[in-house]
Structures are given as structure tokens and as C-alpha cells.
């Protein structure tokens, strides 16, 4: 670990409020200090910079200022990097070497990430025995691109980031097509290996869909994708959903039903509305839990109390026939998320005041392509899941427009990071991802040709070998 300069200036709320029975206090400290630290290095990248342009008379100016950059950020550039005998002036700040920072940067971050797993997101027996008790043996999660979604895994449902397999859209409108053909792959897995789980075991996938919404500011801090309109955002969502669904029976059969879940997300403090499906599976925009007047409800009761409250929530919610409520395997499923939520919906009171100062688009760079696993923090990254520039245009289209509003109108280059990963057990896999990268970085500055030009969007392309805990090997 590279020592830094970084501080922990955020003041905690806990002695101002009781703690929830059921909230992991430790877990909470953790995750804040990792938060903090890490952001606190992107939010440093110009002062930092301007502060070592400053001295670019004097002439050991290169050593000094990867001195000054390994001791505030944590990272070093080429030397070569320095030479700024182009006619640049510390008055104008110079793109590329502020993209060459947050890209080093980033690397650094996918290397602290899954060598040091600082969210310990490799331990993941604990929730695998929790899903496969509620019938679950994969889960695939689709949440908005909004950077604001970015820690969902990690932080707003506590799930170790290795359990879960997360595919961004604009909007929650994931690919049915490519859904179906990943959840092919798992079965095959299953049938073939033995894994997850067996194929005899009476399991099934888990679909879930994750939109958003602002309750502080509805008509402007809600989803871009779908014009801030809460209900068209949860109807699109559970229209993919059922869709998905449908594909899969209509496919292989109604033995081959998938689990699908529908949660939305308001941004302004983590906490989320969990759409209780009935006996068949089916979601009901109508029918749902709302975690932040449940943790208030349940405050200062004892744990096993507090989860007597959310079952009985969850029962007057799905109260009259018995096929509106959920199957017990499920309910208790929800239980545990909720649950694992208020670890969340506490974490914000304490550090953020109940509510975040940054209540719209914050990121600090957009990443595209396949994984970013390693990206589980809110508005670090704006990221779309991707094969090709076309079938993910709208999704890039729109985080190239709130980095105009971010980065541009400030005179900062967006930094767009492309991954592509590929299979080290297979053969040409990583040939291949080679060339799909160098692909999509020239797609992207033909199609932003105005921005490329005058260096206001810059990119890395960078690999990373998917079969294990291995960090991102930048493109050269």
C-alpha cells in the first residue's frame, strides 16, 4: 500500500442518534474510510496539479513533481510525461496530463481493490448460503449507468461484489437478449460442473432490476434516461423483467422460471423501495417496502424484534389471498436485504447527515465495456455495460452529456475508461480483447470527434483477466 497524504475530514453522527439492532457498525467504519480515501485522490487531481505546475521553472521540475504526485495521490507518471516545452502555461490546466493522473490513478484503485479486497467482497460463503436457502443459485443485477447506483452491490445491499454479476444500462434497460444468453451459460455450468450448485437442486436465477428516483428533488435529480418520471423508470424496469421472463420460458420451458426482483433506489439517501412479487414470482408496482420507514420504525427495538416488524410489513403488504404473498424462501430473502439496507440507510445518517450533498451527477470519470468490477463506489464512475459503440450509444451519449456539465464547463477533459475483459484459460481470448478495445477507443473519438480534437475527452483502454481476482492491465 502506497502511503498518501489523504485525510479523513468527514465528522460521524453516530453519538447523536441510537445505532440500529441490526445495523453493522464496524462494517460501516470500513467502508467509509475506503470511500473517503479513495475519492478524496480524484477530487485531489487538480489542486494537486496546479500546485506542481506552479514550480515547472525550476530545474529538477520532473523529479519533483512525481515526488509531489507519489506523496499527495499515490502514483507516478513517465517522466517523459513532464516535459512541458509545447507552450503550455500553469494559467491553462493541461488535459492530458490531468486524464494521465486519473488513469494512473485508476489503476492504482484496481490494484489496492482486488489484491487487498478492502470491502472484503471475496468472502462471499455467508450470502451464497443465504441465497441458496431462498432458492438461489446466481444472480444477475441491472442497475441504472448512473454513477449514483455505482456502489449498489457493495454498500446498499452489503453483497460481496464476487456474488453478483452487474450489467449497467441507461435507464435499467438491459439487453433481454444478452441476459438470456448469459443465464445459458450458468445453467450450463451447472449442468456440466456442478457450479454453482447442482442441477438437481431445486434453485433458480435471480434477475434483478434497479431504477432510481429523488424524493428531494423528483423532477430534476431523477432517472435522465426516462425524464425523471419515477413511474415510467419502474414501469421499464419491470417491463424488462417480465420480458426477460418470458424469454427464458418461451425458450426452455416454464421448468426453466426465473426469479425476478424489482428495487428502486432513491439517491438522495440510499434507502430503497423493494417491490414484494406475489406466489408466482410476479411484481406489482403497487406492492412494496420502503426501507427508510421501516429502519425508522424499527429504531431502538432489539434485533429480533425489529425483524419480527419487517415480517409482519411484509405480510400486511401482501395481505388477503395467499397467492399475493411471496414464497417464504423469498419473503426471507427480503427480509435479509432490508435488513442489510439499513446498514446503508445508517451509514448516510452518519456521514452524510441523512442526505447527500451531491444529490445529482458527481462522477469523476466514465468507464465502459465489460466488468469495473472494481468500481463499488456512488458517482465515482458513470458506467455503461457494452460490446460496440452502437448498441450502447444512447447509454455513452448520455454520460458524455453530464461530463459537458461536469468536467468541460470547468476547462477538465473527460476521462473515459474502456475494459474489455476476456478469459485466460482460452485461447486468443486476450488477442481478442485487444482489438475489440483498440476498437471502441477509436470508435469514440470518431464519434466526440469535436471533444477528441481539442483534448477535452481522453481514454485508456485497458484488459483484465476475468477468471480471478486480478486487477486492470492498462493498454499500450
Known sequence: MVATSVTNTTDSFEDKHSVHALVNKNQNSVFHDYESQTKARFDNVQIVLKEILSQQTRSDFKRFANQQLFSRLGVTLDENVWDLNKGSSSHRFPEDLYSKIVFELFIKMSEDFFINDPLSGQNKKEAEEVFKEAGIHAVGIAPCADGRLAHFISYVLRLPYTLARRKAHAGALFDVSESVRNWVFVEHSRFREGIPNNPEDPTRYLKMAVYHFSKADPSHQGCAAHGSDDKKAAEAAQAKLTDFRQAIENRFGCGSTVETMLIGINTDDDSLKIHIPNAQGNICLDRFIETDRLYSKTLGLAANEALAVIEAEIDKCTSGNRLTRPHSSIKKLIVWLLKNNFSQIEYV????????????????????????????????????????????????????????????????????????????????????????????????????????????????????????????????
Open 349 to 476: 445518517k452518519n456521514y452524510e447527515h441523512g442526505q447527500y450533498k451531491d444529490l445529482g451527477h458527481a462522477e469523476r470519470f466514465i468507464g465502459i465495456g465489460n466488468g469495473f468490477e472494481e468500481v463499488q463506489l456512488r458517482n465515482l464512475s458513470y458506467y455503461s455495460f457494452l460490446d460496440t459503440i452502437e448498441e450502447g450509444a444512447n447509454d455513452v451519449d448520455i454520460g458524455i452529456k453530464i461530463f459537458k456539465s461536469l468536467n468541460v464547463k470547468r476547462g477538465l477533459p473527460i476521462p473515459i475508461i474502456i475494459r474489455c475483459d476476456y478469459d485466460g484459460r482460452v485461447p486468443g481470448s486476450k488477442t481478442r480483447a485487444v482489438k475489440k478495445a483498440r476498437r471502441l477507443e477509436e470508435v469514440i473519438h470518431n464519434r466526440y470527434q469535436e471533444l477528441s480534437s481539442c483534448g477535452l475527452l481522453q481514454t485508456m483502454g485497458t484488459l483484465r483477466d476475468n477468471t480471478g481476482c486480478l486487477p486492470a492491465e492498462k493498454l499500450v
